[in-house]
């Protein structure tokens, strides 16, 4: 009933060279599932724009989305001042993920480690419409299931 994502020391190829055994996030396997164990009435979801449960909801949403697309694992990086929340694994290329719920796009960690690390591709998955920002591509969260199409 649970998808485990560890943490990777270094969003390095092979990722699961790096995993951090004692160090993961759990996610339920169906987000319809989580959102009624939460008890989320769907008014809030659809009405209330600052519903802080959201953000959880669509990462969840994502995560379902994009297991067992690609042969390995998503996996997620996190250090003292950053948090990526999906690394994806597409041949050798570490393709880093940003989730988001609405249409603001402020990320300051996903841009630092973009910066840092020059991915040769990098997604955002949001409420906001396909669009290429500099090294940042952007997909509508009713996307993320044809992602590895879409790479």
């Keep these: 009933m649970l998808n485990r994502v560890c943490n990777v020391t270094k969003p390095e190829h092979p990722l699961a060279a790096f995993d951090r055994l004692d160090c993961f996030k759990l996610y339920l396997f169906d987000t319809g599932l989580l959102k009624c164990m939460a008890g989320v009435d769907n008014k809030a979801i659809l009405l209330n724009t600052d519903f802080q449960f959201k953000g959880p909801l669509a990462e969840n949403f994502v995560l379902q989305q994009l297991r067992g697309m690609f042969d390995t694992a ?20 570490i393709i880093p993920v940003e989730v988001k719920a609405g249409e603001r796009k402020s990320a300051p960690s996903f841009k630092r480690y973009i910066a840092r690390e ?34």
Excluded: C, H, V, W
């Design 74 to 93: 998503p996996r997620y990086y996190a250090s003292q001042n950053e948090e990526i929340d999906f690394l994806l694994q597409k041949g050798m290329d």
């Design 118 to 151: 020059k991915p040769t591709k990098a997604l955002r998955f949001s409420q906001m419409g396909y669009k290429k920002d500099g090294g940042i591509t952007n997909l509508p969260l009713y996307l993320a299931g044809k992602t590895g199409a879409l790479l």
